[in-house]
């Protein structure tokens, strides 16, 4: 039987991690979830997941796009970043969501790039 | 670090930072430094930087690059260059111009001992003797009413560099442009003979003169709204030369159809106010002799040649004066509006991050009732319970640390306040896992304090306590009270083993929206803690060590007036 779909999520915020993880796990996907970067880059390291949520504000987001990216050489993992990107950060995310977001679109999406990568 | 300050035109009170290559001034977008200005050109000119230093180079624009008034190609900028672009003028600084040079390599102060440069009693100082000294007073007498003896010339030089003297004095340190514009008008009235006096200013937006101060000679006679000739005006502005008139019909450069005739003006004095740059007003007084009156008096003129140097003295020293307070208001302004800018950023970083948790516990609600999970909608309700508790906090600190008010005292049970915070408290401890615990006394006296306020001083470093302590093995936070009968003060002590603050960040923790805990701090707890204690007439201090936690006392005085000051109990 395939693995399903893995989701890592980077938010340092506790409640949208609980949101997220509460809402996508429901929906069968395998959830990975770090409260800062660098536990975040070596879950990424690890697992290698389809899809990475990561909150810009965390760190500046292009370094740790790129970062990401060298992680998970060879395997890509889609990237959605939230937050506001500035427009010298050189980012090269499938997706970005302003804050505040609404969750349903998010989690919409999250579905689609995971269905996209299974 | 070398910027551009616009101290006029649209972008007035904007500071850019010179830093970096390819910097463009223009009205375009994609320019490094885009000024809202139709007379700029789209991009007008270019800062560069050279072995030398930053030049300014003008990008054949329509309407060309000014510095210090001179149309320029390419300039090498100086500290306090002004630069004149379409309407919009900017000051030039660079910080670093002679910061960096070691004046100790230049200067030596030679000599032994203590720094008495009377050099005790020979009057010997390294080598040289003190020939006269003159004390600040005896210097003042250099200004002295003249000797009767004294030839005329001297006397009147000498009175006039006492006006020109304290001229200077009166214009220095003001940083109100109204309060700089009355005095000076005082001081001409007290040193020329004049029954009106009128400053005007140009106006940097329509570049006309606009009256900006005037002033009555008290008992003198005058005719309702001050008119003022407009030739007389004119000629200034584009002389730049003061104008004495003392009978209009004599002078040829009037017409005697023209404005001063008929407004009757027998005597006028207009100067320019003549700045470092440009002209940025002209200062214009005028007397008024009735024809009986001078065929009674047979009096000479009021107003002399003398006069008219002295005003236009006056005027340059007054336009120095009026550049000066009008950068100082813009940076004023700036730095004020930057702050605000800041305010205003942080808040909403903290709302928005609040909303955001709202709208996920919202989304969770909604989805545990679309599938009948209670647990999902018990998920979702406590996260937006916890944040509507973070926005009503985020309020009331704002609420408090925004109003000066006095507390309202009343006689209280402090273990109560401190019972009832710990209650509150509870639900997070035991979400972050940390144990917290009251010890109370029971021997305390009733103290006078505003049981609001102090619960919210003491809820605030709790809260602290606890996140500093969060899923930290062991962790604990206690509040006990540390209070001897006598003493002036009681101390609330909120203590926790967490991971402490590091020395170089604890005068910081204090200063409002520094804050250490990422997206779950506002940077107004401990600044509102310190201002309730402080209001009560106490305070709040720190011992912390990094790794083993952190121990914070809340001072607060055991006899405190209605002001919030202790009283002083021997009294």
Known sequence: ?118 | MATLFVMQGRDKGKRFDLRGEGITLGRDGSNRIQLNDSEISRRHAEVRRTSEGIVLADLASSNGTFVNLEKIGERLLKNGDRVQIGRTLLLFTDADDRSSVNLAHDVDIVGLGSASLAGGESGNVEGSRILKSVSHESGSQLFAPPDPAESPWLARARSNLQVMYRTALAVSHTLDIDQLLTRILDLIFEWVETDRGCIMLVDSETEELAPAASRNRKGARVDGKMSISRTILDYVMQHKEGVLTSDARDDERWNPEGSIVKLGVREAICVPMQGRYGIVGVIYIDTYTPPGQVIQQRAANKFSEEHLKLMVAIGHQAALAVEDTSYYSAMVQAERLAAMGQTIATLSHHIKNILQGIRGGSYLIEEGLKEEDNDVVRRGWRIVDKNQERISNLVMDMLTFSKDREPELAEADLNQTLADVVELMQARAGEAEVQLALARRDDLPQFRFDADLLHKAVLNVVTNAIDACEKRAGGRVEVSVEYQPGEQFVHIVVSDNGEGIAAEDLQRIFSVFESKKGSRGTGLGLPVSQKIMREHGGDIRVESTPGAGSRFYLELPTNVSSGGAPVNQTE
């Open chain 1, 1 to 118: 039987m395939s693995q399903p779909p893995s989701v890592l999520i980077v938010e340092p915020s506790a409640d949208e991690r609980e949101v997220l993880r509460t809402v996508l796990a429901r929906r069968g996907l395998q959830i990975w979830e770090a409260a800062e970067v660098e536990q975040g880059l070596a879950l990424a390291r690890e697992h290698h997941p389809d899809v990475i949520v990561l909150d810009a504000e965390a760190q500046r987001a292009d370094e740790v796009e790129a970062r990401y990216g060298a992680a998970s050489a060879g395997q890509r993992s889609s990237l959605i970043v939230l937050g506001r990107v500035g427009r010298d950060c050189a980012i090269a995310a499938s997706q970005t969501i302003a804050k505040p977001y609404h969750f349903a679109p998010l989690v919409h999406k999250i579905e689609q790039l995971a269905a996209k990568a299974a």
